[in-house]
């Protein structure tokens, strides 16, 4: 008996549709020149008008019918500099975007064949489109909460102490049924907390937080926020509408996520695995078609394309 998909149809995007899509580095590279160039490459910086573009065998850049100016859909982006197959890149964000709880990079290491190294590279490039530091949450129940990343405190409960080098604070807002944003911060006073909250909350909001004191100024905003406050002190977590349970299922995902698979993270790297969470968080109505999105972000994120003159040699051949 078939058992029934629980990912619907149009949000599906199999191993087989990434083969199908995918067979091949010039179908990586025409794919990418699409996204970067709708409709092709169509304009010559250096005759500064439009002219025809070709693609040149064996090179993955393509050149001007006119001048012979060579422009490259790589340069820019986080594929640029790398010896590394273009489609290895591509299966490599495909396996990343289609994990509810992250990979290693040894586990990319594994499915692709290339050297840990490269491996490692690879990983934390393709989470450097990850960030969405721009965006600002809204609505009518924003969740906030802190929680604590870091190895455990022997003999020792509730929140650490000021000082405490084991443990990095971080500090999430949801919206919920919406999207969510995760920092790692030096501290939780209500300075840093309060800098985050006006920046990254829109006024008139409604927000959702426990009875941590650092809170205390939403009450003083009024004509900013709509401030509830669920007393966890008391061992109370949920009164009506009232609760931060959205923010803390979050932590629970990555806290999994990052245990199962990683085991551990450094404070110097924890924010781009924060990023990583949240942006499939934001994203878990799209089911397996988080890849396209992935995929959208490297080129929207490329820097400005230089031309590259003839004869020279194009940037990806550089090994790492």
């Known amino acids: ?28 590279l025409e794919h990418l ?62 396996l990343m975007a289609s994990t509810r709880c992250g990979i290693s990079a040894k586990q990319i290491q594994r499915e692709t064949g290339v050297t840990y190294k490269t491996a490692w590279r690879m990983f934390r490039q393709i989470r450097s489109l990850l960030s969405e530091s721009d965006m600002q949450l809204e609505g009518e129940a924003v969740e906030m909460d802190e929680t604590y990343m870091g190895g455990r405190r022997k003999g ?12 990095t604070p971080v500090f999430g807002m949801v919206e919920r049924k919406g999207r969510v944003m995760a920092f790692a911060t030096a501290d939780v ?33 009024r004509n900013e926020y709509v401030h ?12 009506g509408n009232v609760h ?15 245990a199962g698979v990683y085991h551990q993270v450094s404070q110097k790297y924890l924010q781009s695995y924060l990023d990583e969470y949240s942006f499939r968080y934001n994203r878990r109505d799209q089911g397996n078609l988080i890849f396209t999105s992935l995929l959208k972000r490297a080129a929207e994120l490329a820097a400005p394309l230089a ?14």
Not at 156 to 165: E, L
Not at 190 to 210: A, H, N, R, W, Y
Not at 249 to 257: A, C, M, N, P, T
Not at 307 to 319: K, L
């Open 228 to 239: 509830r406050r669920i007393n966890h002190s008391a061992k109370v977590y949920v009164m």
């Open 307 to 320: 031309a590259v003159d003839r004869g020279m040699t194009p940037a990806i051949q550089e090994p790492f």
């Open 33 to 94: 020149k699409e996204q970067r160039f709708p409709g092709g490459i169509t304009y010559c910086s250096k005759c500064q008008q439009d002219r025809r573009h070709y693609r040149i065998n064996g090179r993955p850049v393509y050149s001007c019918d006119h001048c012979g100016t060579q422009v490259s859909p790589m340069a820019g982006t986080i594929f640029e500099h790398s010896s590394t197959s273009l489609r290895l890149w591509y299966y490599a964000m495909y």
């Open 1 to 28: 008996m078939n058992r029934k998909q629980t990912i619907p149809k149009h949000l599906r995007y199999t191993i087989q549709d990434f083969n199908r899509q995918f067979p091949d580095d010039a179908a990586c």
């Open 189 to 221: 006073k209500k300075q840093t907390i309060m800098g985050i909250i006006k920046e990254k909350v829109l006024p008139e909001s409604t927000i959702f937080t426990d009875d941590f004191c650092v809170y205390d100024d939403l009450g003083r905003h």
């Open 244 to 258: 931060t349970n959205t923010i803390e299922g979050f932590w629970s995902l990555v806290k999994r996520g990052i």
């Open 156 to 167: 020792s409960v509730g929140r650490p102490m000021s000082g405490d080098k084991k443990k």
